[in-house]
């Protein structure tokens, strides 16, 4: 409760302190005025002699107003707050008097309150403005009353008694809180006083320590050299405190240990020793990079057990620094027990461990610039000696060099190699721009190329030419290098002559492109053997590709990769092919067995270990080959069916003729005789040996147009038109009573749809033809087996049979085995030639008297 209402009342501190001052002055005054105001309040309401309530509430008022201002004051608006209560309760004031007794009136006497308020937090302009307007207030409310605008009024005296109170009780606190705000700015002034006295007290001892410090600075900066430089720094950090025991540590190139450099008195013996981090005073200081006193070494919890030294007392050690890192450490002793290290001490001796940290800072570039001269001596011999050879090399090579300027590309030297590469000569060049000379195309190009250059300082293996006017060309590899020749920036242009070498490349290229397009347009592969059999590189072909990958066959032998017979065959070329320095070749067939593709090896070697085999597809060679054959054998088939067609039509066409030429005398003697029976009877037989030779001329007709005349073949359901041609039989087997059984699911087939109806026409008419007196007469249409991936299909009759010695004979032209029967004999042998133009064959399988089956192939796609 206590620190809540703490921080209700403390008025807020800023980092101002003027604010701070007049934030506080209007937080205790707010309150002291609304304690004020409230009491006055009270006393109204206890003796209530006012004639309206208009007062009461102006009164009360004032309370919501100084609030306002806290919380002003408490957001940093402390001016505004200043404004706000010094108007408001001028305001207040004015408005009482007014509705009051005017000039008569207590309120009035509160202007001067506002008028000392004001001057206090808003200044003096502001107070004059305020007691300004306040005496034109008192003036006004006088002249209304003189007038007599506002009648005399003279209030209560206990009433006015009160009011003079309160104003005199706000006066009292205002003039409290302005005792209080001044004492507290004399006690401000005079402890601002007394640590100004110390202050120089103590700015005096540094100016004395700075007027040391300043002649010891003039002494390290006359010092360059580092040993002389320590040597002072010794003296000097001696005479400082008054004591001869002193050491200085710097720190090793590696970091790895503090090296005492030099010391005096106690630490004279521990010249050259190295002290580590951590371990003692010393390497402690280096550790911490702070400065560590004791009163009393040998006391001091850090001293190490090794760094004890008798008779120490008070001992302080410094760290050298360079920017933040620690360079050495300085240290001073005291052997008096009675000596003591001072603050003034610490903070002087700090102040010249930095001047000295600098110093030797200084004297070690003052070396490392006297090394350095010396290094840039002999840089500089070198370079005149390598001066000397450029100039050698640059007169003397035989590559094209020349010097010019980055920006205009202006010639300044070039050598003897460049002249002649470039056919120009140094009275025309020198001094003249690139472009000037046309060793450009177009500006734009040489823009590029320098922007490039500056982009990258170096071009290499540019490809530059040179002409003459088109009477010559000559091709060079340019580099190119940005130097610095007096300040300005120039380009180092180096030629390689490369027009005989361009020239061979082109040669090979056009070789190389000449043997691609010859390799290109071989249709072989080529594998490079050894002697033992094993494939050392391949060349793909543009027509053949291996079976597989390069990767999965380099570096096998042929053993591993080809069935025993081919790799016996091909190791066997091989020997043979080395020994005798021939070529060998060979052809075999995969995969073994089925020779579906047939290759040809040829071996050729190469040197005494190893050979080249080019192997090349001869599938369409030996399917030629092999179509070739069939087409001999059937040229060879065809030519005896047609010998036999020959004499076959010869007899069976020559016996109409001869029954035609014999009734044609009968006609005459008929005629003659007036026999009219005999005539028309003669006449008749002559027309029926005319519609049987027409018949033979017909289906003979027939038969040549197969396989030269064909329709478009088609999948064809063979089960649907087997049941079409029983339909269209269905006279001829309803006549005999013939059962016909169609097997189910027959297989579709690939063909000629006509043709194929004719076939099984022919085949489905004979069986019905040679039925005989078989009592249940029956015939079966179906499929079993395959042969060659064609479905067997098969028309079985129970009929009179075919007797084996005659079944080859069925097949052929007028091969009749009953003569008295209808037909012409052609209608098996244009069966058979159907049935092999659609690529199947057609055989017969029957017994006399035991009926006979027509076994047939046919196609159920398209060859491929």
């Known amino acids: 409760m206590r620190n809540l209402l703490h921080r209700l009342f403390a008025p807020p501190i800023f980092g101002d302190e003027e604010k701070t001052r007049v934030s506080r002055f209007l937080i205790h005054f707010s309150w002291a005025s609304i304690g004020i105001v409230f009491l006055l309040l009270i006393s109204r309401l206890a003796l209530w002699t006012d004639v309206t309530i208009i007062p009461t509430l102006i009164l009360a008022s004032i309370i919501p107003l100084l609030f306002l201002m806290q919380y002003l004051v408490g957001l940093g608006h402390v001016y505004t707050a200043s404004i706000l209560v010094v108007a408001g309760f001028w305001g207040f004031m004015t408005y009482l008097a007014w509705h009051a007794d005017g000039l008569r009136d207590p309120a009035v006497i509160a202007y001067f309150v506002v008028i000392i308020l004001c001057s206090l937090l808003l200044g003096r302009r502001f107070a ?211 000596s003591r290290i001072t603050p003034e001490q610490i903070t002087l001796l700090e102040r010249f461990a930095a001047l000295a940290s600098l110093a030797i800072d200084n004297a070690r570039l003052y070396e490392e610039a006297q090394r350095e001269i010396r290094v840039r001596g002999s840089i500089e011999i070198a370079l005149r000696a390598s001066e000397e050879k450029f100039k050698k090399v640059f007169n003397n090579s035989n590559i094209a060099i020349s010097i010019v300027t980055l920006e205009e590309g202006r010639f300044i030297e070039a050598n003897a190699a460049f002249w002649k590469l470039s056919g120009l000569t140094p009275e025309e060049a020198i001094g003249h721009t690139s472009l000037e000379l046309d060793l450009w195309k177009e500006p734009q190009g040489r823009e590029e190329f320098v922007r490039e ?99 999965q066959f380099i570096g096998k032998t042929i053993m591993e990769l080809f069935p025993p017979s081919i790799a016996q065959q091909t190791l066997f070329a091989l020997e043979r092919t080395l020994e005798t320095e021939q070529l060998h070749a060979f052809e075999y067939g995969l995969p073994p067995g089925e020779e579906v593709q047939f290759f040809e090896a040829r071996v050729s070697a190469i040197s005494t270990e190893s050979a080249i085999i080019m192997v090349r597809d001869i599938s369409q060679r030996k399917w030629i080959e092999s179509e070739r054959e069939k087409l001999i054998n059937e040229l060879e088939e065809t030519n005896s069916e047609l010998e036999r067609f020959t004499y076959t039509v010869s007899h069976d066409l020559k016996s109409p003729l001869i029954t035609i030429k014999g009734f044609l005398g009968f006609l005459e003697q ?29 289906e003979l007709l027939e038969l040549s147009r197969i396989g030269r005349l064909e329709n478009p073949h088609q999948q064809i359901n063979f089960e649907g038109l087997a049941r079409e041609m029983v339909e269209l039989l269905y006279g001829r ?107 199947g064959r057609i055989w017969v399988e029957s017994e006399a008297g035991q009926g006979a089956t027509f076994f047939f192939t046919l196609p159920t796609r398209p060859e491929s």
């Not at 006295?197 to 004395?208: F, N, P, S």
Request: aromatic share 6%; hydrophobic share 40%; charged share 20%.
């Open 128 to 338: 004059m403005i305020l007691t300004a307007i306040s005496m034109a207030a008192i003036w006004f409310f006088a002249i209304l009353e003189k007038r007599g605008v506002r009648p005399l009024h003279v209030d209560d005296p206990i009433n006015y008694a009160r009011d003079l109170t309160a104003i005199m009780i706000l006066v009292g606190a205002l003039i409290y809180l302005l005792v209080m705000s001044w004492s507290r700015t004399l006690q401000s002034a005079r402890i601002e006083l007394q640590e100004r006295l110390k202050t120089e007290e103590k700015l005096q001892k540094q100016a004395d320590y700075l007027n040391a410090l300043r002649e010891i600075t003039l002494g390290l900066v006359n010092r360059l050299e580092l040993t002389p430089l320590l040597e002072f720094i010794l003296v000097q950090a001696s005479g400082l405190l008054n004591t001869p025991h002193v050491g200085l540590n710097l720190l090793l190139s590696d970091e790895s240990a503090l090296k005492q450099e030099l010391g005096y008195g106690t630490f004279e013996k521990y010249n050259g020793g190295f002290t580590y981090k951590g371990a003692g005073l010393t390497g402690k200081v280096w550790a911490q990079g702070e400065t560590i006193v004791t009163q009393d070494y040998n006391a001091w919890d850090g001293a190490s057990e090794t760094g004890l030294i008798d008779g120490l007392g008070a001992v302080i050690g410094v760290p050298l620094t360079s920017s933040t890192k620690v360079i050495g450490a300085l240290v001073i002793a005291y052997t008096d027990k009675h």
């Open 453 to 551: 250059l500056r982009e990258k300082h170096s071009l290499q293996n540019v490809t530059v030419e040179f002409s003459n006017n088109g009477q010559w060309n000559k091709t060079s590899v340019a580099f190119y290098e940005l130097i610095h020749i007096e300040d300005q920036l120039c380009i180092l242009c180096m030629f390689y002559d490369v027009t005989k070498q361009k020239q061979v490349q082109d040669a090979l290229k056009n070789t190389e492109a000449r043997t691609r397009a010859i390799l290109a347009s071989i249709p072989d592969m080529i594998f490079e053997i050894s002697k033992d059999g094993t494939l050392l590189d391949f060349m793909a072909s543009a027509e053949l590709a291996p079976v597989m990958s390069p990767s």
């Open 670 to 698: 008929d005629a003659a005789s007036g026999n009219l029976v005999r005539l028309k009877s003669d006449v008749k037989r002559i027309g029926d040996a005319t519609d049987k030779m027409q018949l033979l001329l017909n």
């Open 733 to 839: 087997l309803h006549e005999k009573e013939i059962q016909v059984h169609i097997q189910g699911r027959l297989p579709t087939v690939y063909g000629d749809r006509q043709r194929l109806s004719e076939v099984l026409q022919n085949l489905i008419d004979n069986a019905a033809k040679f039925m005989g007196d078989q009592p249940k007469p029956r015939i079966e249409i179906g499929q079993n087996g395959q042969e060659n991936d064609m479905p067997i299909f098969f028309v079985k009759d129970n009929g009179v049979g075919i007797d084996p010695i005659h079944q080859d004979r069925i097949f052929g032209l007028f091969n009749k085995l009953d003569a008295t029967s209808d037909g012409t004999g052609i209608g098996l042998a244009l069966v058979k030639r159907i049935i092999e133009v659609h690529g």
